[in-house]
Structures are given as structure tokens and as C-alpha cells.
């Protein structure tokens, strides 16, 4: 009988530690993840890439497998969350190709290189404050306090948000990271509705009278004559914010956790600060040890099998992206010292492969290489105050990230 692999079991204190366990099993692995059920996953980092570039054999969309989108289909739904159900991860073949190359071209208009002295100014003027607090007696968050806000400024200056609008815009986005309960996604609604609202104004003020941001390159792209319609506006905006943070936010947060309480921490630092081209490498690392996103989720194709799992068309199967990443024969957990410096084979999954290859790569390199650039140079003057244990890990099953980064003034 095949070992049933709990991708919920211990993944508050790690969540990594299934998908360890999960690539021990063989190339595919049962596994039962919380509100998602059982299913097959994909663990190794051929099978992945094979699967996720090819739509021959996977897809996302139900509707290319003779399924309804049961959202859209419900025309009492919200119009935000029927909108919801127009972006790229939902199309596959020729519609989702429409797609992307719009929004390509939208992006290819914003330079993430030019964003540098910006962002730079932003981590800086997050510490600043975080070091005032801290310098009277306070314990501050440092997900909530730098993780979190660094990346919203960045991707409210990138889609050019008005300086008089960042707040509400930060507050809606920092909304929409449910922790994956059915109370967290209910509670999170309101958000989405006020901020869906919010853009339908944008969008009608940007072509009135074009301001320069991501937002404006979205509302003029066009090919061959085809435009985003109003829902697929709505709905590339909201991932994109969605996708533009929330796992920035995670990556960021192990970097710090890492730099604060590993044990080649105050050399790591160092490096930031002295050594060009340290960086890069070192939030390499951390992808392959803390991918934000653990999972991914696709249905077959068609009857098949793969891997040595006999699939259904239109079944159900995860491609395990941090098992993947990970090394059978060499598991490390996920407290372990970092090694940038250790060799890695070629294909990092951290981004996904194929079609769906996240079109933000560059811009969550640059945010997060520069924020923990800037943190080393103030660590010294932090502490971790856990208390017993380490670091709690929280979101949604696949995508979790450290929930909290209490620091005291060292």
C-alpha cells in the first residue's frame, strides 16, 4: 500500500518537512493536503519540469478538460469574484497565450532596474523606523514591520499608485493573504470588493488621463487589436499584487530570520555588505531551502501515465515544488545553516517552469536582494526573541511563510 504523505503535519514549526518526506517515497507520492484532499504529487525536479512545460500532458483550466469553471458560471457570485476567475492561471493554450503576451508587453514598459534607488530608499526609511522603536524598549515584528510593507511600496510604485492612495491600496493587498482557513478568506472579502472597486475608478481615470505605472501599460496594451477586457484588468491586477508580495514577504522573512539566528549569520552579513554579487547567490539559496510557493496544483490532460501513476483525465495532481528543490538523500531541515556557496543543480523550480513561469522572477530578485542587503548592515543591532522554539510558519497549504519575526534591541 502507498505511504499517505500529511502535507499538514507539522507545518506550523516546518513546513518543508512533508514535502522532504514526500520526495523520499519516489518520483510521485500520495499526499493529503488540507482543503485541497488526496491526491498524487509530483516530487522530483524532472517531473516537474516536464509536466508543468508541456500542456499536452497538464493544464489549468477545467474547461480544457471538459469541466465548467463552476465560479463564472454563478451569476449571483460577486462580480469581483467572478472577475477573479479571468487571469493567466486560469487559461491555458491560445487564451492563456493572449494573456500573457499583453501583459508581457505592459511589462517590458517598466524597468524592475530602475526601481533600485527606490527601493532602496524604502528598506531604508522602514528601518529607520523599526530601529527608533526598538531604541525605546519595544519588540517589533519584523514580517509585519519590513517583510510585508517593503514589497507593497515597491509594487504600488511600479503600478504607480498616487503617494495619497498607497495607504488604502497597502491596506487592501495586505488584506488579501488569507492564512488559508474558511474564516480567513471570508474576512478577506470585503477587501477584495473595496479594491476591485477602487481599480474599476483607476482604470477609467488612467485612460482619461494616462499617468505613468504598470496600471496605465495594462489599460493601453493591446495586439493586433485585442485589449484586456475589464475583468481580465481586474483580475491581472489583483495577481499580480497578490503574487507581488505575498511571496516576496516570505522570501524575505527567511532571509532575515536566517541572518539573525544562523550560525554563519554575522558572516553572511558581512558578505552582503563587502562581497559584489553575494547577494544574488544568497537569495539563490534561500529559494532552493525556503520556496514560498511549496505547490503547485494542475489536472491531467488526459489518461495517462506518469511517472509511474496511472492519472484520469481531469485528475487532480500537485507538483511539489519543494520537494522538488529538495535532496532525498540529503534532507536538511529547515533550521540547518545556510551554505550560498554549496553547489546546486541547474532548473531552480522556485519560479515554476513552462507557460506559467511567474513573469515577476526578476522583480522579487531585486526586492529581495536589496531588502536583505540593507537589513544586514543594521542586524547587529537586533535580537530574536522567540521565546522556546523557533519561528511559527502560517498561509494557505503551499504557501507559507514564517508567521512572525519578534526582535528586541540587541
Known amino acids: 500500500m502507498t505511504e499517505l504523505i500529511d502535507l499538514g503535519r507539522g507545518a506550523d514549526e516546518d513546513p518543508f ?44 483550466a477545467p474547461v480544457s478538460v471538459g469541466r465548467s469553471n463552476a465560479i463564472a458560471l454563478l451569476d449571483w457570485a460577486p462580480r469581483a469574484i467572478r472577475a477573479l476567475t479571468q487571469s493567466m492561471l486560469t487559461r491555458d493554450g491560445e487564451a492563456h497565450r493572449r494573456l500573457r503576451s499583453l501583459v508581457d508587453q505592459a ?9 533600485r534607488p527606490e527601493a532602496a530608499a524604502a528598506a531604508r526609511s522602514l528601518l529607520d523606523g523599526i530601529e527608533g522603536r526598538l531604541a ?3 519588540v517589533e515584528d519584523l514580517v509585519r514591520a519590513y517583510a510585508r510593507p517593503f514589497p507593497l511600496t515597491i509594487i504600488a510604485e511600479l503600478m504607480g499608485v498616487a503617494g495619497a492612495e498607497r495607504a488604502r491600496f497597502a491596506r487592501w493587498a495586505d488584506a488579501l493573504t488569507p492564512s488559508g482557513s474558511l474564516w480567513s478568506v ?8 473595496q479594491l476591485t472597486a477602487w481599480l474599476r475608478r483607476e482604470f477609467a481615470a488612467r485612460r482619461a488621463d494616462p499617468r505613468a505605472g504598470l496600471i496605465t501599460d495594462l489599460v493601453a496594451a493591446e495586439a493586433e487589436g485585442d485589449r484586456l477586457t475589464a475583468a481580465e484588468l481586474e483580475a491581472t491586477v489583483v495577481l499580480l499584487l497578490f503574487a507581488g508580495h505575498v ?22 552579513r558581512r558578505r552582503l555588505a563587502e562581497e559584489p554579487g553575494f547577494a544574488a547567490r544568497f537569495v539563490d539559496a534561500l529559494l532552493w531551502r525556503f520556496p514560498p510557493i511549496q505547490l503547485t496544483v494542475a489536472l491531467s490532460a488526459q489518461d495517462q501515465t506518469f511517472e509511474g501513476a496511472r492519472l484520469a483525465r481531469g485528475e487532480t495532481v500537485l507538483f511539489g515544488l519543494a520537494a522538488a528543490l529538495s535532496d532525498p538523500e540529503r534532507p536538511e531541515p529547515v533550521s540547518a545553516p545556510l551554505d550560498p556557496d554549496a553547489p546546486r543543480p541547474a532548473g531552480l523550480l522556485a519560479f515554476g517552469a513552462g507557460p506559467h513561469f511567474c513573469l515577476g522572477r526578476a522583480l522579487a530578485l531585486l526586492e529581495a536582494e536589496i531588502a536583505l542587503t540593507q537589513f544586514a548592515e543594521r542586524a547587529a543591532a537586533m535580537r530574536l526573541d522567540f521565546g522556546d522554539g523557533g519561528p511559527r510558519w502560517s498561509g494557505k497549504t503551499g504557501a507559507k511563510g514564517i508567521a512572525a519575526l519578534p526582535v528586541r534591541r540587541a
Open 107 to 115: 511589462f517590458a514598459k517598466r524597468s524592475v532596474e530602475a526601481l
Open 247 to 268: 511571496t516576496t514577504t516570505h522570501l524575505i522573512s527567511a532571509g532575515v530570520w536566517r541572518l539573525l539566528e544562523d550560525a554563519e549569520g554575522p558572516a553572511l
Open 186 to 193: 471570508l474576512s478577506a472579502l470585503p477587501n477584495l470588493f
Open 17 to 60: 518537512a512533508p514535502y522532504r518526506a514526500a520526495a523520499r517515497v519516489g518520483p510521485m507520492a500520495r499526499v493529503k493536503a488540507p482543503l485541497l484532499g488526496t491526491h498524487w504529487m509530483v516530487t522530483r525536479a524532472e517531473g516537474c519540469q516536464a509536466g508543468l512545460k508541456d500542456q499536452g500532458l497538464f493544464v489549468r
Open 136 to 138: 525605546d524598549g519595544g
